[in-house]
């Protein structure tokens, strides 16, 4: 069976870091482009990054650009995202996807809040 | 990077249509054939209903429609039913990068 698995998120300050992780199962990971998208609570989806199936290549959304880093560990099956100098608007629900299925993680959540 | 528009709601009662739509631009719907359409309900992952502009994963019922003229593409639920009270959210390529649309949400009366 399929999954995707976020952990790693939590309650930061601002100015702070965090590093998400998605661990991937039931697919050829290593073949697929993987992607973070964001949900604050209570609003829209918004699009956050993505890694090319080798980690060759990378984009990111202008709001995290500069901040945030996807990476990926093919051999672990795992993406991640290191998220630097963290905003109380990145107080969001974080998605692992691959849009290919389209296939979702249950999401994990991160506050940021002095 | 701009959100594509979508109206922030659409209401319809059992059995009628309703017509949602998502205009972008030329750098991403206007020029990509990648346009999908998710359907949340709340506490829930996204759920894909079309992708590929009009093509309809298994498993979604044939009232649900995708189209796309010029860089305004649109999602037509057919015979409402109360289960697709939901939130939708459009999606496309664009360059570089990925874009939604900011949600409408869905009221069956």
């Known amino acids: 069976e399929v999954h995707l698995v976020e952990s790693g998120g939590g309650l930061v300050q601002p100015g702070g870091s965090l590093r998400l992780s998605c661990a991937a199962s039931?697919?050829?990971?290593?073949?697929?482009?993987m992607h973070w998208v964001r949900q604050p609570p209570g609003k829209g989806l918004m699009w956050v990054s993505r890694?090319?199936?080798?980690?060759?290549?990378?984009n990111y959304a202008d709001s995290v650009k500069g901040r945030f880093t996807i990476s990926r560990d093919n051999a672990k099956n795992t993406v991640y995202l290191q998220m630097n100098s963290l905003r109380d608007d990145d107080t969001a629900i974080y998605y692992c996807?691959?849009?290919?299925?389209?296939?979702w993680g249950q999401g994990t959540l991160v506050t940021v809040s002095s | 990077q701009s959100a594509l528009t979508q109206p922030p709601s659409a209401s319809g009662s059992p059995g009628q249509s309703v017509t949602i739509s998502c205009t972008g631009t030329s750098n991403d719907v206007g020029s990509s054939n990648y346009v999908s359409w998710y359907q949340q309900h709340p506490g829930k992952a996204p759920k894909l209903m079309i992708f590929?502009?009009?093509k309809r994963p298994s498993g979604v019922p044939d009232r649900f429609s995708g189209f796309k003229s010029g860089n305004t593409a649109s999602l037509t639920v057919s015979g409402l039913q109360v289960e697709d009270e939901a939130d939708y959210y459009c999606m496309s390529n664009a360059v570089s990068s990925v874009v939604f649309g900011g949600g409408t949400k869905l009221t069956v009366l």
């Open positions: 996807v691959w849009f290919g299925a389209p296939l």
């Open positions: 039931g697919f050829t990971f290593s073949s697929q482009w």
């Open positions: 890694v090319k199936s080798d980690g060759s290549s990378t």
């Open positions: 590929e502009v009009s």
